[in-house]
């Protein structure tokens, strides 16, 4: 094995049991409750101007519930 590859084997068993969480934070309330009302808000005001607002402004012309549930996940994820 390369002693000076950059990317060691070994070290990535067990990666997902030492992934770190992101804790919630006070504003996150807010942003749940802005994403039940209008899921781009919530979406803008946790990630900004991106791809991810374009897509859920897609999913909520489409369908309010999977701009609500796109929102949610995105909120959750970051």
């Known amino acids: 094995m390369l ?3 950059i990317v060691d084997p070994e070290r ?3 990666d997902t049991e030492t992934a770190a969480i992101m804790p919630f934070t ?3 309330i807010f942003k749940f409750i802005f ?6 808000l919530g979406v803008f005001l ?8 374009a897509i859920n402004v897609l999913l909520t012309i489409f369908g ?3 701009g609500i549930i796109h929102a949610c996940y995105i ?3 970051y």
């Open 3 to 5: 002693q000076g590859s």
């Open 12 to 14: 990535l068993k067990g």
């Open 26 to 28: 006070f504003t996150d």
């Open 35 to 40: 994403a039940l009302i209008l899921p781009p």
């Open 46 to 53: 946790e990630r900004g101007c991106n791809k991810d607002l």
């Open 64 to 66: 309010f519930i999977p």
């Open 75 to 77: 909120i959750c994820k």
